[in-house]
C-alpha cells in the first residue's frame, strides 16, 4: 500500500477560483510535509513545506498539517492558468532514510 | 543558471545496452539523490549520498548503480537496460538534514526499445 495518498487524480478549476489537494499518509514516522509542482517536461519544484499542525500561508497558497489524523491539504486561492500543473504531496521521517515519499499525483487544471 | 544540471535530456537505448546519466549540481549542498518517475507509478526514490558516501539503496536491482567522482557530482549507471527501465530519471541535491528541500533538475528521459 502506497504510504501517501492523494486526492483528487484531477481537479479543475476556474480562474480566479480555489483549488483544494488532499494527502493522507499512513505512516506515523513522517514529521515533514513539503507540497511540490511539477510543470510539464520539468522537474519538482517546492512549493511550501509545513512541519507543524495548523495553517502555513505563504501568498496565494495555504497548506494544513493535521498529525494526529496524518492529513495534509494545499489550498490555492485565486488560481491562475500558469497554476496548471502536477502537485505532489512530499513526506519524510525526522530519522532514518532522508528519502522523500512522494504521493501519486493531483493534475490540476485552471480554465481561463 | 540552472543549478542542477542533468545530462542528456532525452536518451534512447536498446535492449541489453549500458547508459550512464550525468548530474551535476552548483547549490554547494552535500547531499544528493536519484529519483525516478514512469506512468505506471509516482515519483520513486532510489538512492540517497552524503559526502560522496552511499546512505541509503532502495533499488533492488544491481543493474543501477551511482557514481560520485566529485562532491557535487552523481551519476548513474544503468546496465542491462530493459524496457520496463523506461522512465524520466531525476536528480535532486539537499543540505544535510531530514527537514532540508530537496531541489530537483530537469531530469533524463530514458526510452530502452
Known amino acids: 500500500q502506497q504510504k501517501v495518498q492523494q486526492s483528487p487524480e484531477s481537479l479543475s478549476v476556474p480562474e480566479g477560483g480555489m483549488a483544494s489537494l488532499n494527502c493522507t499518509s499512513s505512516d506515523r514516522n513522517f514529521q515533514y510535509f513539503w507540497w511540490y509542482r511539477q510543470h510539464s517536461g520539468e522537474g519538482p519544484k517546492a512549493l511550501m513545506s509545513i512541519f507543524s499542525d495548523g495553517d502555513k500561508k505563504e501568498g496565494r497558497f495555504t497548506a494544513h498539517l493535521n498529525k494526529a489524523s496524518l492529513h495534509v491539504s494545499l489550498h490555492i486561492r485565486d488560481s491562475q492558468p500558469s497554476d496548471s500543473a502536477l502537485y505532489f504531496c512530499a513526506a519524510r521521517a525526522s530519522s532514518g532514510s532522508w528519502q522523500l515519499i512522494f504521493g501519486s499525483g493531483t493534475q490540476l487544471t485552471v480554465m481561463p | 543558471d540552472p543549478k542542477i544540471i542533468q545530462k542528456p535530456k532525452y536518451l534512447v537505448a536498446v535492449t541489453g545496452s549500458e547508459k550512464i546519466l550525468i548530474c551535476e549540481q552548483y547549490?554547494?549542498?552535500?547531499?544528493m539523490y536519484w529519483y525516478r518517475q514512469s506512468a505506471k507509478k509516482p515519483l520513486e526514490f532510489m538512492f540517497s549520498?552524503?559526502?560522496?558516501?552511499?546512505?541509503d539503496n532502495q533499488t533492488a536491482s544491481s543493474r543501477f548503480q551511482p557514481q560520485s567522482s566529485k562532491k557535487n557530482h552523481l551519476d548513474l549507471q544503468i546496465t542491462a537496460l530493459k524496457p520496463d527501465d523506461s522512465a524520466t530519471y531525476f536528480c535532486?541535491?539537499?543540505?544535510?538534514?531530514?527537514?532540508?528541500?530537496?531541489?530537483f533538475g530537469p531530469g533524463t528521459r530514458l526510452t530502452v526499445l
Open positions: 549520498y552524503s559526502y560522496q558516501k552511499l546512505m
Open positions: 535532486a541535491s539537499s543540505r544535510g538534514g531530514a527537514s532540508y528541500e530537496q531541489y
Open positions: 547549490l554547494g549542498h552535500n547531499a
